[in-house]
C-alpha cells in the first residue's frame, strides 16, 4: 500500500515540475519579445534625434518670403505626399507607311454635305480641328493652313474628305481656316503667312505646314501630309491641268515646308494681291535658298477641284511678272518678317480653327494701256 502510494506522489510532482518548467519557458519568450519590441521603439526614436540635429532645415519651415523657395534637400528620399496615379502609356512611333490607307480615293462633289454630317463622320476630332492619333506617337506636328473667304461650300467638302485622310495618315494636326476680312482685293500669301504666325501662337510645338487651298482634294490618301527634308509640293497633277504639271516651276495648290525651312525663305511674298504670281515667287525663294522641291509620285499625287466662279476681287495682278523676276531683289524685305495685320475673331468650331483677320488693303494700280 505504501509503495503504491510513493509511485501517484512521485508521478504527482513529475506532473507538477514539468509544468513549472513549462510556465518557465513561456515566460522566457514573453520576456523576450517585450524586449525586441522596446528595444525597436528606442532604436527609432534614438535615429531620428540625429537628423534632426544635422538636417535643422528638414524640420523647420520653410522660407515663405519667396513663393517658389524649396526646403534643402537632406540626401535622402522623401516620401510621396500623395499616391500616385496611374501613369499614362508609352505609345510606339507611328509607322512611316500607315497600315490603315486606302490608296485611290472616289472623290465626287454633288452630295449635300451639311457641317453636321462631316462632324458625326469624326468624332475623334476636338474643337477647333484638332486631332492626335490613339494609338501611336508622330514625329511630326502638322498645321493645315487654308487661306478663305466666302467658299463656305467648299470648305465642306474639303473637311469631308481631308479630316479622314489625315486621320488614316496617323497625323498629329490642326486646321487653321485663315478668313480675309472685308471685300478688297484676295491676298493668298499673306494669309498664308498669317496662319503660320497664328498657328504658332497657339501651339509652339508645330513643326510641319501644309499650305492648301481650300477647292483642292487629294484622289489617293497615300499622299502623306508630312514635311520632309525638301519643301514639298502636293497637288502636281490635277484635273484642271489634266493631270499635269502646267509648267515645270508650278508650286501652287497644296505646298508643305518645315518651320526652318519657311524661315529660310522669309516664308510668302505680302505684296501680290490678285489672282496668281505667288507661287512662283514662292519657287525662286525656294532656288535662291539652295534648296531643291520634292514631288510625290505622279500616281499618288492626283487632285480634284472643286468648281466655282471666279471672285470679282481676286482677278489677276497685273504687276505679278514684273515682280517675279525681282524674287531676289525682294526677298529679304518682303515675308514673314514684315507681314502686318490685325486679328479680328478667333473661332474654335467643332472641326476647325477660323482666325478672321484684316491685312489691309492693297496699293493703287496705274491702269493698264
Not at 471685300?183 to 496662319?195: H, M, P, Q, S
Not at 493631270?243 to 522669309?266: C, D, E, H, M, W
Amino acid at each position: 500500500m505504501s509503495r503504491l502510494l510513493g509511485g501517484t506522489l512521485e508521478r504527482v510532482c513529475k506532473a507538477v515540475l514539468l509544468l513549472c518548467l513549462l510556465h518557465f519557458l513561456v515566460a522566457v519568450i514573453l520576456y523576450f519579445d517585450v524586449y525586441a519590441q522596446h528595444l525597436a521603439f528606442f532604436s527609432r526614436f534614438s535615429a531620428r534625434g540625429p537628423a534632426r540635429a544635422l538636417h535643422p532645415a528638414a524640420s523647420s519651415s520653410t522660407n515663405c518670403s519667396r513663393p517658389n523657395a524649396t526646403a534643402p534637400s537632406s540626401g535622402l528620399p522623401e516620401a510621396p505626399s500623395a499616391r500616385p496615379g496611374p501613369t499614362a502609356p508609352v505609345l510606339p512611333p507611328c509607322p512611316d507607311s500607315p497600315p490603315g490607307l486606302v490608296g485611290r480615293l472616289l472623290i465626287e462633289f454633288t452630295s449635300p454635305m451639311p457641317l453636321e454630317r462631316v462632324q458625326r463622320e469624326n468624332p475623334g476630332v476636338l474643337l477647333g480641328g484638332r486631332y492626335t492619333p490613339p494609338d501611336c506617337t508622330p514625329a511630326q506636328t502638322v498645321a493645315v493652313i487654308i487661306p478663305f473667304r466666302h467658299r463656305e461650300h467648299h470648305l465642306r467638302y474639303w473637311l469631308h474628305y481631308l479630316h479622314p485622310i489625315l486621320r488614316r495618315q496617323r497625323l498629329r494636326y490642326g486646321i487653321y481656316v485663315i478668313n480675309q476680312h472685308g471685300e478688297d482685293t484676295f491676298n493668298r500669301a499673306k494669309l498664308l503667312n498669317v496662319g503660320f504666325l497664328e498657328a504658332l501662337k497657339e501651339d509652339a510645338t508645330y513643326n510641319c505646314f501644309i499650305f492648301s487651298d481650300v477647292d483642292l482634294v487629294p484622289m489617293d490618301d497615300r499622299n502623306l501630309y508630312r514635311c520632309g527634308d525638301q519643301p514639298r509640293h502636293f497637288a502636281i497633277a490635277m484635273d484642271k491641268f489634266g493631270f499635269r504639271l502646267p509648267y515645270a516651276g508650278y508650286f501652287g495648290g497644296v505646298s508643305g515646308l518645315n518651320k526652318s525651312q519657311f524661315l529660310r525663305i522669309n516664308g510668302f511674298p505680302n505684296e501680290y494681291w490678285g489672282w496668281g504670281g505667288e507661287d512662283d515667287d514662292i519657287f525662286n525663294r525656294i532656288s535662291l535658298a539652295g534648296m531643291k522641291i520634292s514631288r510625290p509620285d505622279v500616281r499618288i499625287g492626283r487632285y480634284r477641284m472643286i468648281k466655282h466662279d471666279r471672285d470679282k476681287h481676286n482677278e489677276p495682278n497685273p504687276q505679278r511678272f514684273t515682280k517675279i523676276q525681282n524674287t531676289k531683289l525682294t526677298m529679304k524685305r518682303d515675308g514673314i518678317g514684315s507681314v502686318r495685320y490685325q486679328v479680328l475673331e478667333v473661332s474654335r468650331q467643332p472641326l476647325f480653327t477660323n482666325i478672321t483677320v484684316d491685312i489691309g488693303r492693297p496699293p493703287s494700280w496705274p491702269p493698264r494701256g
